[in-house]
């Protein structure tokens, strides 16, 4: 595997379940992010993790929980979620430097429809 | 507000070339980046520029210029595997991402 691998690539959930995105990138890079993409809309930054460690939460609903338990992996956790919430949920990862150019590479998403 | 404009769509014929816009206004400027995103697929890296001028990578090529607030990517002897979403992104001083809503090109034969 190399670059950055999502699960599922579709899902279907009610506004009652619980479900969980997956995320690992194998590039060795020191940061994750989770990114929203609606159609027709800029990328919103949701979450970033730099060394395991939440350094940004865009303001974010609760019934969003991201979980980092290394620097490999990357988890969503999704609950009560709403109509709305539906779209593509990117992750990516960044080797995060002071002098450099920081370029996201991204996995192919997790399309996400709430019914 | 921070703000990046570029055409939601545009269309061209193959083999000929297209520039796609962008116009960005930031609080602060670390860098512009284009990444191109075909249907279903991850968005990938196309180009970074921090300082004026044009860099050029093969058939694209990018251009900024920061006292304008303005960016283009040019895209030259086009091929329909370029039919994609281009996505033009601006860090700002808190070296935070601002994106674009993306340029849909659709190349017609």
């Known amino acids: 595997e190399t670059g950055v691998t999502q699960t599922p690539r579709h899902l279907v959930m009610g506004m009652t379940n619980k479900k969980s995105l997956k995320c690992e990138q194998h590039l060795g890079h020191n940061a994750m992010y989770w990114y929203k993409q609606s159609a027709k809309k800029p990328l919103e930054l949701m979450f970033v993790y730099n060394f395991k460690e939440q350094t940004e939460n865009n303001s974010v609903p609760s019934r969003f929980s991201p979980e980092c338990p290394n620097s490999s992996h990357l988890f969503l956790h999704l609950h009560t979620l709403q109509p709305e919430d539906s779209a593509l949920y990117l992750c990516?990862?960044?080797?995060?430097?002071?002098?450099?150019?920081?370029?996201?590479?991204f996995g192919a998403g997790s399309r996400l429809t709430v019914l | 507000g921070q703000n990046i404009d570029q055409p939601t769509e545009m269309t061209a014929t193959e083999g000929a070339i297209v520039q796609i816009n962008c116009t960005y206004q930031t609080s602060g400027f670390n860098g512009l980046f284009w990444y191109q995103q075909h249907a279903g697929e991850a968005p990938t890296f196309l180009s970074y520029n921090v300082l004026d001028g044009l860099e050029e990578k093969g058939r694209f090529s990018s251009f900024l210029s920061r006292s304008k607030g303005y960016s283009y990517l040019l895209l030259k002897e086009l091929q329909m595997k370029d039919s994609a979403s281009y996505l033009c992104?601006?860090?700002?001083?808190?070296?935070?991402?601002?994106w674009g809503a993306g340029t849909k090109l659709i190349i017609k034969p």
């Open positions: 992104a601006v860090r700002d001083s808190n070296y935070q991402l601002i």
């Open positions: 990516a990862s960044s080797q995060e430097s002071s002098s450099g150019a920081n370029v996201l590479t």
